[in-house]
């Protein structure tokens, strides 16, 4: 079973369409969470930290569920430069602390599409 | 406030060379984490530094790569005697004194010829 696991995709979305990413993770001992992204060929890009009381920064809202160590990204209202790949991104280190190696899924592709 | 910064952005190198590839963390971070994309796969984890420590190096290969943060100057990822299978985009990390988010930099694109 892969440490971190996402739904590669593609989806393709029409403007304005709300779409929603999953993710699941191995290790229950996590303890940091986040959702970032990647356009072609260029350096990943903190979109949010996920926290277990989720948040929300502005079209995007994430939840973290501990019990079934699940992640999820929800992007209401669809631009065409959401368009990228969304990558679901895990802190495994046992120690608690927030610092140490990110384990990251293959990504989810998304195109969003006038 | 500039980001993380890393040098070459591209590099070519002939089987069996070496290559040095530089990262400098934004201002006031001091960790600093090396990632290691192949193509068409996903980022894997290197190896994590502070200041002049190797914090964790689990995801090093056992030979020919080597990772330094000197006191002065910035983190160097060395690879020697480079082959094919090292073709792959190394992106640099970095993150503040009391941990927190990662922030990467372009990236470094390295093609084995």
């Known amino acids: 079973r892969k440490e971190v696991e996402q739904d590669p995709g593609p989806f393709n979305v029409p403007e304005g369409a709300t779409v929603a990413f999953n993710c699941t993770y191995s290790?229950?001992?996590?303890?940091?969470f986040f959702w970032y992204r990647q356009d072609c060929r260029k350096e990943p890009k903190l979109l949010m930290s996920?926290?277990?009381s989720g948040n929300e920064d502005g079209r995007f809202t994430a939840q973290l569920n501990r019990a079934s160590q699940y992640i999820s990204l929800l992007i209401r209202d669809s631009k065409l430069s959401d368009s990228a790949t969304y990558l679901c991104?895990?802190?495994?280190?046992?120690?608690?602390?927030?610092?140490?190696?990110?384990?990251f899924g293959q990504g989810t592709i998304l195109t969003v599409h006038p | 406030n500039a980001g993380v910064m890393q040098n070459p952005r591209h590099l070519v190198r002939r089987r069996g060379q070496e290559a040095r590839l530089r990262c400098s963390p934004m201002?006031?971070?001091?960790?600093v984490y090396w990632y290691r994309q192949l193509p068409e796969e996903g980022l894997k984890f290197m190896v994590y530094?502070?200041?002049?420590?190797?914090?964790?190096e689990s995801g090093m290969p056992k030979e020919r790569f080597s990772a330094e943060f000197p006191k002065e100057g910035p983190s160097i990822l060395r690879i020697q005697q480079v082959v094919r299978g090292d073709s792959a985009a190394y992106f640099c990390?970095?993150?503040?004194?009391?941990?927190?988010?990662?922030?990467f930099g372009p990236g470094t694109r390295l093609t084995v010829t």
């Open positions: 201002k006031g971070h001091s960790h």
């Open positions: 290790n229950s001992a996590s303890q940091s």
């Open positions: 996920v926290y277990s």
């Open positions: 991104v895990v802190n495994m280190d046992a120690g608690g602390t927030s610092y140490g190696k990110l384990t």
């Open positions: 990390a970095s993150s503040p004194p009391l941990g927190g988010e990662q922030y």
């Open positions: 530094l502070q200041k002049e420590n190797i914090i964790d």
